[in-house]
């Protein structure tokens, strides 16, 4: 299992919450996208139409990764566009981590699209990001 | 009474709990929590550690206060009160709320259930078509950066100078739908780019679009309900839940950035990093309380603009104009929001989050036709259950710094929610219960089953008898628009 997500039942009754993890930091970014692209629509009947570069750096991977989520829910407002997948690299050069992203999607289509929730942001509530070992571990609660 | 802390809880009356400051190092003041014993009972834990450490926020006046639809929020809990100096005391963008100036809004109409129900389905149609829910939802407005920026500025009152209203709706708002102090330029790109299209939009959660009716065995108070234009009689009215949407949203995350780094400057420190904070005079959260003003200012306009769309719905399937139809305002509140108030301690910034303003009859800001029945209150339940109009009252203003309740309040998580029954089956039940549901995301309605909330009954209930708000009317769903 590279990496996974699952969605938390017990915390953050009014919003969503999930917890997401990796076998590397790219494994767990990877595992974070998925699931914040699920809570906005079903990414399989998402087109890929629309398409950003997209590139981050800070010197925490905790950081990196709420800038990188919080990213996804500013084009969902600022394009009005929901997602498919997006290709992640995330190094880390020695002093900071980085992140190089091409993030892909559509125009909102209520039409042909399994739309779901309208996240309006990543919240700092519970946010964490650790590692046990190999394996990365982020619980991330968006307000919707 | 077994509750879910370990914090000693006092009973000050039967409504009224009181938390004193010898139960966590830091409070500054009691908290109280205002609540039956049985919806004290039923509180999270969350609702006892935020609002205690509410109480340890600088300046605080008086107490830190829950009320009875409380739940666990950011920082602050949902339900939450508190009111600060506004010269030794902080400004807390947990304490407003991400959605600023969420809030509920009002609208009679003349027709009655009989009327309407045999256009129900293309009424909710209409509807489902000129109000945009869910996802990503664009409105119809088209907006420059200078003309959103006047919607900043000027709030519901742009939007009658566009048209989109009558002048006399300005009455019916909480600070007529502007808020003076509001800065543009404390308002940041990325905020004005999550916004600039979504005036007139819905969005999804627990917001909603709802005609409902008032029957006249559910109108508590005959003689302030027909000063509000409620008559019962099975009299249809429909009533609106939203906010700032993603530009409001914005605004808090770019300033809780900008506190987190402030509070170590002024020393400032807090239980919660969502409580995040700066002393209110200072530059920070001056040009906060800025940015937020613009938020609460769309949201009014937000809400304005929604309201001509239902109107324009109405007059299409009725054939005959709003004015006609009686579509008057009844009122629009604000439930997450700051402002600076004035009250026996003196000049105070009053933070309300998921808790709606409650003025009693002749205070100061409300409408000549409101003067004698203080200032109405609306609250929303879930889908299912219904509603209530209430009205503040000068016990409010005493005790709970002129607040109330807003809403029912969750007791089940969507995820849980959404396990429990599925979208569609929810939809085809309150369709045999006389409650058309038109929705854009099937899981998102799931999530927001009756089941998962509070008895709304029972939390109005609580603040009639504290006497902090007096209940008028129940208004009960026949159709829903949900994100």
Known sequence: MAHSFRFLEDIAVADIAFEAEGDSALELFQAATDALLETLADPSTVAMTWERDIEHAAMGLDELLFEWLSDLVYWKDAAGVVFHDADLSVVHDGIRWKLMAVLRGAPVDQTTQTLRNDVKGVTKHLYEVTQQGVRWYAKVVVDV | MTLNTDMRVNRITDEVWEIPVTEKAGMLAPARIYATPGILQAMDRG????????????????????????????????????????????????????????????????????????????????????????????????????????????????????????????????????????????????AVARGINQLGTLGSGNHY????????????????????????????????????????????????????????RYGIFVKDQQLACAPFRSPEGQEYFSAMNCAANTAFANRQVITHQIREAFASVFGTSAEELGMELVYDVAHNIAKVERYAEGELLVHRKGSTRAFGPGSPGLPWDFQKTGQPVICGGSMETGSYLLVGTDRAVDETFGSTMHGSGRTMSRAQAKKAIRGEQLQQEMKRRGILVKAVSMSGLAEEAGFAYKNISDVVETVDRAGITKKVAELRPIGNIKG
């Open chain 2, 47 to 190: 609702v006892f550690e935020q609002v205690t450490n509410v109480a340890c926020l600088p300046g605080i006046a008086r107490y830190a206060l829950c009320m009875p639809d409380g739940h666990w929020g950011y920082g602050f809990p949902i339900g939450g009160v508190a009111a600060f100096d506004t010269t030794s005391g902080i400004i807390s963008p947990g304490g407003v709320g991400y959605d600023v100036n969420c809030g509920m809004r009002l609208i009679r109409t003349d027709l009655t259930l009989e009327d309407v129900q045999p256009k129900l389905e293309r009424l909710m149609t209409e509807l489902f078509r000129r109000v945009p829910a869910g996802v990503g939802a664009a409105g119809f407005v088209r907006l420059d950066r200078d003309a959103f920026e006047r919607v900043m500025t000027h709030g519901a009152r742009w939007c009658i100078e566009e048209g989109y209203g009558w002048h006399r709706d300005l009455a019916h708002m909480e600070d007529r739908g502007c808020i003076v102090g509001a800065d543009p330029s404390t308002v940041s790109d990325h």
């Open chain 2, 209 to 264: 679009l709802e005609v409902q009716v008032v029957s006249s065995n559910r109108v508590f108070d005959l003689e302030t309900a027909s000063a509000l234009g409620i008559i019962g009689q099975d009299q249809v009215v429909v009533m609106v839940h939203c906010g700032s949407r993603g530009f409001g949203h914005q605004v808090a995350s770019d300033y809780l950035k900008v506190f987190e780094k402030a509070m170590r």
